[in-house]
């Protein structure tokens, strides 16, 4: 009888948040996306217990938020004599990582910093900073937890925080200067201003998540890859984890409509007409590609989330699609060489142009080649070509309806470059000289270097240089000493320059000799 008294009392013992958890609807806070950090006061003013009630007050409000990557990330920063971060934005991924970092937090004591704090936040923790996890363009709050009690001069810090785009909300649990604090949050006052007793803060608890929802909610709708006649919308899976479908509903946009770009919320009058389109996806989906559309013409389009478990808002958007210009309406040349050459043409237009048709030849009279380039490609290489020869290239369109457009460039490969040309011999004293040459580094692996006496196969010396080495000296030469230098390719060494050393009491230089 005991034990079932003990177990029966274990359970009404359990935190309230975890009836919290449960009690959450599925997916409730899925739409959301932002960074929040919260300002704990945790200095000697603060009680243990006050500090206790605070903790468990944010292990509450934070329970039913979805937390990661393209979610919502909590960091915690502590008010004290020497402020301290528990926790930055990346810590936590999980609910259960989170609530146990908030009922393992203590207290710092001491004065309160709340200056410095902000400084932490606005030159760290706040400040959106590439490589560093930062997310720019996602939605930054500030929530500042404070008795109240001797905060210090901090309008202007915060000023700064809002000025750079961090919405500030302030609860406070003691005998606040009403006159700063309400300097000190961002509009509307009344959503983001909070005056509570310590042991009635779960007044305001649902008031304060809708303030922070309404500042990072993710409900979005964006449109990408328009084309002439087609376009995709794009949207945050807000009915993830529930039941229902995304109704889509689009159509040129009305005289007196909202204009030609935009997003925003609210049913938009061009889609209650006879001309709208309505499409119908699944609760997973997060994307759907509309086409049959009209060139150059304005459209709106809404998404619905339909679903019996919440209810969501319609989003909209307008766009407009682009002027028909027929593929290809461009072709360049890039990449040019001795025997290849990259043509690349546009637009794309995959949803019009079945397949791209190249052809080429060399003028005036070469032979015809074609090669054919799938309708998703805008650029191929042509190979095999000769060197210091003008080409006609022309790229064709062959498009769904049968009709074939096309445009023609003339394309000039390069001349081939000597791997090795211009070698001099400088001499420097009497029995050394300077040897220099230029070559092309294309396809080499190095150069080879020889000399020695003329007839004296047995008595000449080698060594090998790297291919971006152009000169070298060599020293203790025999009086007429032949120098060569060879091209090293990949599978071979190729025809050299030979010069011969001539030494006098003047130093002059020598050109080629064969």
Aim: contains cysteine.
């Amino acid at each position: 009888m005991e034990s079932h008294l003990l177990t029966l009392l274990l359970m009404c013992l359990l935190p309230r948040t975890l009836n919290a958890q449960a009690a959450a609807p599925p997916g409730v806070l899925n739409c959301c996306e932002g960074d929040v950090l919260f300002l704990l006061d945790s200095s000697g003013s603060v009680s243990s217990y006050e500090h206790s009630r605070m903790l468990d007050f944010l292990s509450e409000l934070l329970l039913p938020f979805s937390l990661g990557e393209d979610q919502v990330r909590i960091g915690l920063l502590q008010v004290g004599t020497k402020p301290r971060l528990e926790f930055g934005f990346d810590t936590y991924r999980t609910q259960s990582g989170l609530q146990a970092a908030l009922k393992g937090t203590e207290a710092l004591r001491g004065d309160t910093n709340t200056v410095e704090a902000l400084k932490i936040a606005k030159d760290g923790v706040l400040r959106p900073r590439p490589g560093d996890g930062a997310r720019p363009g996602i939605p930054r709050v500030l929530v500042w937890l404070t008795d109240g009690v001797k905060p210090g001069d901090v309008i202007g810090p915060m000023a700064e925080l809002r000025e750079e785009g961090v919405a500030v909300l302030v609860v406070s649990t003691g005998h606040s200067n009403y006159q700063v604090l309400r300097r000190v949050v961002s509009p509307p006052i009344e959503n983001h201003l909070y005056f509570v007793d310590i042991d009635d803060m779960s007044i305001i608890l649902e008031d304060l998540r809708e303030a922070i929802i309404e500042i990072i909610r993710a409900e979005r709708i964006n449109v990408r890859d328009v084309s002439s006649n087609a376009a995709t919308l794009e949207w945050r899976p807000v009915l993830s984890g529930l039941t229902g479908y995304y109704e889509i509903r689009f159509g040129p946009l009305r005289s007196g409509g909202t204009g030609s770009g935009g997003s925003g919320t609210g049913t938009s009058p061009s889609t209650g007409g006879s001309q709208y389109q309505r499409l119908v996806q699944s609760s997973d989906a997060n994307t759907v590609r509309l086409t049959g559309l009209t060139p150059d013409t304005t459209y709106s389009a809404t998404l619905t989330p339909e679903s019996n478990e919440q209810a969501f808002n319609t989003l909209s958007v307008t766009f407009t699609t682009q002027s028909e210009v027929q593929s290809p309406s461009t072709v360049t040349v890039s990449e040019s060489g001795p025997t290849s050459v990259r043509v690349s043409w546009g637009p794309l237009q995959p949803e019009a142009v079945t397949s791209y048709y190249v052809e080429y030849s060399a003028l005036p009279t070469g032979k015809l080649q074609t090669v054919t380039v799938d309708k998703r490609q805008n650029s191929t290489l042509l190979k095999n070509l000769q060197a210091d020869t003008t080409y006609l290239v022309t790229v064709s369109a062959r498009h769904s309806s049968g009709k074939e457009t096309a445009m023609s460039v003339k394309v000039c490969t390069q001349e081939v470059t000597p791997a090795l040309a211009d070698l001099q011999l400088t001499t420097v004293d009497s029995h050394s000289v300077q040897v220099n040459w230029r070559g092309s580094f294309d396809g080499l692996k190095g150069y080879w270097l020889t000399w020695g006496r003329q007839q004296s196969v047995a008595q000449r010396s080698s060594f090998y240089l790297p291919p971006n080495s152009q000169s070298t000296r060599l020293t203790n030469l025999p009086p007429s000493a032949r120098v060569c230098v060879s091209p090293i390719y990949k599978t071979a060494r190729g025809e050299g320059l030979c010069c011969t050393a001539k030494f006098a009491s003047d130093a002059s230089t020598y050109g080629f000799q064969s």
